[in-house]
């Protein structure tokens, strides 16, 4: 069972197109992540940003995560080369 599954029940995985507790909504929760690392660079620009737990371990999310500039990545699975 994934952690969507348990938290809110089935029903919702017929809408999401993936569970969003293992994979980053790359249009959505993206466009905030992307927002918050210019905005917080503007002002500080050495601002360490990373990722971290299921989103970390997940390639695609790992990938997007670097294409906006984030910093390291760390969480289960393996990261992409």
């Known amino acids: 069972m994934s952690d969507c ?4 029940g089935d029903s919702v995985l017929k809408v999401l197109k993936a569970d969003p507790f293992a994979v ?6 993206g466009k905030l992540v992307e927002m918050g690392i210019k905005l917080g660079r503007g002002t500080r620009p050495d601002l ?3 990722i971290c737990g299921e989103h970390g371990g997940e390639p695609s999310s790992v990938e997007f995560c670097y294409r906006v500039g984030m910093g390291p990545a760390a969480g289960r699975g ?4």
């Open 5 to 8: 599954t348990s938290r809110v």
């Open 48 to 50: 360490g940003v990373g």
């Open 78 to 81: 393996p990261a992409p080369q």
């Open 24 to 29: 980053l909504d790359q249009e959505g929760v």
